[in-house]
């Protein structure tokens, strides 16, 4: 027993300042430099000009996420055997497979030219056509007689790493070498004829380009850029029926992501920006390529029109080129217009005034933009996001010491949502680095959207995507729409930073780190592509705030979700962080995952107190005699809650007291002992526990008696806790080492329930 003399004397003596410490400003953001550890995520994107000089391409640099007003044109200087170099004109280009050539296909000189990334040399293929019962000799007898004769508009390279043709003259997929079709190979890019050695043509590259017939009843027709017909009807209800015909006039094609690219997300199909009837968007899927006949079937119909419409200040006009960028977003050229357009694909316009800007030589901006005549446009396509992992595992994680505490793959319907539209606050965008080598140094290349498309399990996570403070945003959605049921989940996490990967307390986690973003899902839509002012209608249904480190939701309790039947699109918004580059988005999915019910959680945060009260080591003390806790009152997941030695439940299972006066407790009370909502007693009198008493106890609105009494708490805190639960009735708090003095003790006056007889009797009596 303590004396009460010792009590006494530092209730007359005591007394003690306390000292708020608060972070200063340049701790708050002292991690910043870590945001810049981002993923490349812009394509290098270019633009083909013609004119009666040749054609110049272009690099354009644009950021989409920040939408500036301005994209930046550099031209190539291009070399062919060490001089300057033009590319006659009428080209129409795309990337290589590996994303090291530029490929422009210029039909009328029956030759492809590849110009180096690297090196911005250019080389030539000659193209010709494809007879398998043609001989290398016999070619080279009169080899006028076997050049390509096709007329084409639109180049691409397919899933299978083939350059695509397509024009007035059908579809062709460019073969390597003479022989078999298939067998010829894909990759020209690569290509050395041997075959042509001691010739004249010793040196020369040969491509063959062979045609495929269309099967049943569709006809594929197309016209030269110059020349525009608006006859016959297209597509109706977006089918093909029989007897229709695709046309492919001017314009540009473009082959999507595709089901292995974006791990499930996309189904690859062929679109026409054609300049039919106005300007239309056609879709070609599901192609079949039969090289056994060399005949190809696919379904098609039309997406969109209007991409020819034309606005005052030279924005938009006839289509002349398409690249994609971003995510699900097409870049568009139009004819003598200095102003790009940004969509997605389903045609939603993004931004239809992107000026295009010239840079001189040094990379300096000019005052001159450049009038597209005619041209096309090309991007690469960097499809390998995760270099992190090897080819046997799953491209979108990236394993770490946290992948056992956020990972949910083995729960039903595991999925990870998509960033589709990115729009951070803060950010600068003065410098525009967002190239493929600078991800993990460049301060710029925090804007990168795609690092939220992965997981990163790591505790000191690199891939990420920052909000850049207070209302920047993002949307995101989910590859499969959701059905909400009573397991229905989503999960947000946050990185970690290297501290822990949960947290059970908000205000712990905000005090670990201070940033913060409110979740939201829609309610309506659940379109394949984002929509013009879908992130500002008023259909988003809030489902909670996020903070550092994994958060998870059950859908199927948040008011106003009530009767809906899917969601697939996910808003987070910054909502006040504190740090210098806001909410790091690590990655979101969603699962089904069993609800734990009440009591269970009771369970868990009762476990969270017998760990820290050491309760391996409690007894029963009796008369002098010390005896164990029985089997069957012992606290463990598998004995029934109410059996718990020390432990009454209600009806509904939920703890409502917990009596454990004299029974060898050490240790201190832990936060979770906030979360027993329904608890109405606690008597730990007469143990060994020790630390302040934690803030979570004025979480507990229906607590009526504290008793803790003779241990040897400590702190000056005590009488603030204790006047924010205003249920109190019975308080025995004396015989511990708190900070005793008139101001510790004095605010207990003001507590509702201080004259009640039980409300602090001892210190009564002091007084």
Not at 741 to 762: A, G, Q, R, V
Request: proline share 2%; net charge negative; charged share 25%.
């Amino acid at each position: 027993m303590k004396k009460l003399f010792s009590r006494i004397t530092i209730i007359v003596f005591a007394s003690l300042f306390i000292v708020s410490c608060h972070k200063h400003e340049e701790e708050l953001i002292q991690d910043q430099d870590a945001s810049s550890l981002r993923m490349p995520f812009n394509q290098n994107v270019y633009l083909l000009n013609s004119t009666s000089e040749g054609s110049k391409i272009y690099e354009v640099e644009y950021d989409f996420q920040g939408l500036e007003e301005e994209a930046f044109l550099s031209e190539l200087k291009l070399t062919k055997n060490g001089k300057s170099f033009v590319i006659p004109r009428g080209g129409h280009m795309c990337i290589s497979p590996n994303n090291d050539y530029i490929t422009v296909v210029v039909s009328r000189k029956k030759k492809i030219y590849l110009v180096s990334l690297a090196s911005k040399e250019v080389r030539e293929i000659h193209l010709f056509g494809y007879n398998p019962t043609i001989t290398v000799a016999q070619m080279k007898k009169n080899i006028n007689t076997y050049r390509f004769k096709g007329k084409i508009t639109q180049v691409d390279v397919d899933q299978d790493g083939y350059l695509f043709l397509a024009g007035k003259s059908g579809f062709y997929k460019v073969v390597a070498d003479w022989g078999d079709a298939k067998s010829g190979g894909a990759d020209i890019w690569n290509d050395v004829d041997a075959s042509l050695d001691g010739s004249i043509y010793q040196g020369q590259v040969w491509a063959h380009a062979v045609q495929f017939q269309f099967s049943g009843n569709i006809a594929v027709e197309g016209e030269e850029d110059e020349a525009f017909f608006e006859k016959d009807e297209y597509f109706e209800e977006n089918e093909v029926k029989q007897l229709n015909t695709v046309k492919f006039q001017g314009g540009d094609i473009l082959f999507t992501q595709n089901s292995q690219e974006t791990d499930g997300f996309e189904e690859q199909r062929l679109i026409s920006f054609s300049q039919w009837k106005g300007g239309t968007a056609i879709y070609l899927n599901k192609m079949d390529w039969d090289w056994s006949d060399l005949k190809v079937s696919f379904n098609a119909g039309s997406l969109f029109g209007g991409l020819n419409a034309k606005k005052e200040n030279k924005v938009g006009g006839r289509v002349t080129g398409a690249a994609l960028t971003g995510d699900n977003m097409v870049f568009t050229s139009h004819h003598f217009s200095d102003k790009l357009q940004l969509r997605t694909l389903n045609g939603a316009i993004i931004k239809d005034n992107i000026k295009m800007t010239l840079l001189d030589d040094n990379g300096i901006q000019t005052d001159q933009t450049l009038y597209h005549n005619w041209g096309d446009m090309a991007s690469t396509q960097f499809f390998d996001k995760n270099s992190y992992v090897s080819e046997n595992q799953n491209s979108r994680e990236i394993s770490g010491e946290y992948y056992d505490q956020w990972f949910r793959g083995h729960l039903e319907g595991y999925q990870y949502a998509e960033v589709k539209l990115y729009r951070p606050e803060y950010f600068n965008y003065e410098v525009r680095d967002l190239s493929h080598d600078n991800y993990n140094i460049s301060k710029e290349s925090r804007k990168n959207s795609a690092n939220a498309d992965l997981a990163d399990f790591r505790k000191n996570a690199s891939k990420f995507v920052s909000l850049g403070g207070e209302n920047g945003y993002m949307l995101m959605q989910l590859p499969t729409p959701i059905s909400i049921n009573e397991n229905t989940t989503l999960q947000v996490v946050e990185t970690s930073w290297g501290k822990k990967a949960y947290y059970e307390q908000a205000e712990e986690a905000w005090k670990a780190y201070s940033e913060k973003a409110s979740i939201y899902v829609h309610k309506s839509y659940n379109g394949r592509y984002y929509k013009a002012g879908l992130e500002d209608d008023g259909e988003w249904v809030k489902v909670g705030d996020a903070y550092i480190a994994n958060n998870e939701f059950h859908l199927s309790y948040i008011e106003g979700l009530d009767g809906v039947s899917a969601i697939s699109w996910i808003k987070i918004v910054d909502t006040g962080s504190k740090t210098g580059d806001g909410f790091d988005v690590n990655f979101v999915a969603s699962y089904e995952k069993p609800m734990t019910s009440a009591s269970d959680k009771d369970k868990e945060m009762l476990m969270k107190f017998y760990e820290a009260t050491n309760g391996d080591n409690w007894l029963i003390k009796n008369n002098n005699v010390n005896t164990s806790i029985p089997s069957d009152q012992q606290w463990n997941m598998e004995n029934d809650l109410d059996n718990w030695f020390g432990i009454t439940t209600d009806d509904n299972g939920r703890v409502i007291a917990i009596e454990l006066d004299n029974n060898n407790l050490s240790g201190t009370i832990p936060e979770e002992i906030g979360e027993l909502s329904e608890l109405r007693h606690i008597n730990v009198m007469v143990n060994y526990l020790t630390g302040e008493l934690p803030l979570s106890l004025t979480k507990l609105t229906k607590l009526e008696s504290l008793l803790i009494s003779e241990n040897q708490f400590e702190g000056s805190n005590f009488s603030d806790i204790i006047n924010q639960i205003p249920s109190i009735q019975n308080l025995y708090i004396f015989f511990n080492d708190f900070t005793w003095s008139i101001d510790t003790i004095s605010p207990l006056f003001n507590h509702p329930n201080w004259n009640e007889e039980y409300f602090c009797p001892f210190i009564k009596t002091l007084l």
